[in-house]
T-cell receptor
Framework: KAGVTQTPRYLIKTRGQQVTLSCSPI?????VSWYQQTPGQGLQFLFE???????NKGNFPGRFSGRQFSNSRSEMNVSTLELGDSALYLC????????????FGPGTRLTVT | AQTVTQSQPEMSVQEAETVTLSCTYD???????LFWYKQPPSRQMILVIR??????QNATENRFSVNFQKAAKSFSLKISDSQLGDAAMYFC???????????FGAGTTVTVRA
């Protein structure tokens, strides 16, 4: 099976712009979670989607949003980018929500200048 | 709130030797999962091993094994016969049953000396 894929892998944006990141889960997986990784804060949970519904959201401002499509692919959007949004954004999938391990994609490295 | 603590920021091991990484967690839940993930310089997060809290037997995956002490809320990872490819940052992670959010420790960087 193909693993979790994320596009793009690298992105450079300017402060104030918006960005959309994409994640395709492992075939058959219906749960997609997003995490932000920074040197200072470590790995932090953003949100989780299952069957196109957001089930849980971490402690992030409303500028961070996401959605999931009927084929389980997910996108996350960050509007009005700030310098502090520079991070590695990791997507993870699992076959069901709330059960067991999550498998991660390679991440999208976002740099905000 | 659940917290995961990895008290060793860095560990160094000689090739072919054994290294043990520590992890403690705080939870009031009785059913949960624990994981060790490996993140090499490529940044791809790779699942190393998992442990279900209801299982008393410690999980093993080839050269990787855990020491799960539920009462002490401790979950250490032992890497035996260390190889150069084991060099990475290792994260301990926790998720309660039927929850959606993985909680990670701060990570331990493992260096393998040839």
């Amino acid at each position: 099976k193909a693993g979790v894929t994320q596009t793009p892998r690298y992105l450079i944006k300017t402060r104030g712009q918006q960005v959309t990141l994409s994640c395709s889960p492992i075939s058959g997986h219906r749960s997609v979670s997003w995490y932000q990784q920074t040197p200072g804060q470590g790995l932090q949970f953003l949100f989780e989607y299952f069957s196109e519904t957001q089930r849980n959201k971490g402690n992030f401002p409303g500028r961070f949003s996401g959605r999931q499509f009927s084929n389980s692919r997910s996108e996350m959007n960050v509007s009005t980018l700030e310098l502090g949004d520079s991070a590695l954004y990791l997507c993870a999938s699992s076959w069901a929500s709330g059960i067991g391990e999550q498998y991660f994609g390679p991440g999208t490295r976002l740099t905000v200048t | 709130a659940q917290t995961v603590t990895q008290s060793q920021p860095e560990m160094s091991v000689q090739e072919a030797e054994t290294v043990t990484l520590s992890c403690t967690y705080d939870t009031s839940e009785s059913d949960y999962y624990l994981f060790w993930y490996k993140q090499p310089p490529s940044r791809q997060m790779i699942l190393v091993i998992r442990q279900e809290a209801y299982k008393q037997q410690n999980a093993t995956e080839n050269r990787f094994s855990v020491n799960f002490q539920k009462a002490a809320k401790s979950f250490s990872l032992k890497i035996s016969d260390s190889q150069l490819g084991d060099a990475a940052m290792y994260f301990c992670a926790y998720i309660p049953l039927n929850d959606y959010k993985l909680s990670f420790g701060a990570g331990t960087t493992v260096t393998v000396r040839a």
